[in-house]
């Protein structure tokens, strides 16, 4: 299968602070999803980003797939932002598996 | 529906009984899949149903785990003789046409086996 690296593992911050938080994955993919997991347990999409920047209020994601890796950005972090944020990737040849990272454990304090 | 819908949220059960757990996809998604998240393991695939059919169910970790869909749209996964092992989030996802298609999860079932 495809290895799919996150870091960092732990992040802890104030609120207002900025973070990047990077996914590396070791083969070439189609599909590169990142999600956040609440404290309830929900996975919610935030962007669909195979290739190229996208941009949803304080959230943005570039991913550089010729290079396998891919970033998201969180500007003036906020509490509700607290969380795991996973990356999964997906390749053509596995039918529409997707292979999820370990995730980044993001705190933000108030 | 609106989003995934998987039932029933939470599952308490004995070591040794079967267990039966739902999922109801995005009307009009032919894809499904399921995962299942546990402390050590982090996020695995399961199956991936396109239609009534499952071209792949090599994420199934033994032959007590099984699962069906019936009219292209609901979803039930199965487990006999249930082991504490077993104990995890089981979370199930659907897309539009499969493929590459950005997936999207349920608020996922948490099993617990005593």
């Known amino acids: 299968g495809i290895q799919v690296e996150q870091s960092p593992p732990d992040l802890i911050l104030q609120e207002g602070a900025n973070s990047t938080l990077r996914c590396n994955f070791s083969?070439?993919?189609?599909?590169l999803q990142w999600f956040h997991q609440n404290p309830w347990g929900q996975l919610i999409n935030l962007f669909y980003?195979?290739?190229g920047t996208k941009q949803n209020g304080r959230l943005s994601a570039t991913t550089v797939a010729t290079e396998r890796y891919s970033l998201l950005y969180i500007s003036s972090s906020q509490t509700t932002d607290s969380g795991v944020y996973f990356c999964a990737v997906l390749r053509g040849s596995t039918l529409g598996r997707l292979y999820f990272g370990r995730g980044t454990q993001l705190t933000v304090w108030p | 529906g609106a989003g995934v819908s998987q039932s029933p949220s939470n599952k308490v059960t004995e070591k040794g009984k079967d267990v039966e757990l739902r999922c109801d996809p995005i009307s009009g998604h032919t894809a499904l899949y399921w995962y299942r998240q546990s402390l050590g393991q982090g996020l695995e695939f399961l199956i991936y149903f396109q239609g009534n059919s499952a071209p792949d169910k090599s994420g199934l970790p033994s032959d007590r785990f099984s699962a069906e869909r019936t009219g292209g749209s609901v979803s039930t996964l199965t487990i006999q003789r249930t082991q504490q092992e077993d104990s995890a989030v089981y979370l199930c996802a659907s897309s539009y046409t499969g493929g590459v298609q950005p997936q999207h999860f349920g608020d996922g079932t948490r099993l617990s086996i005593l």
């Open positions: 980003i195979p290739s």
């Open positions: 083969d070439s993919v189609n599909n």
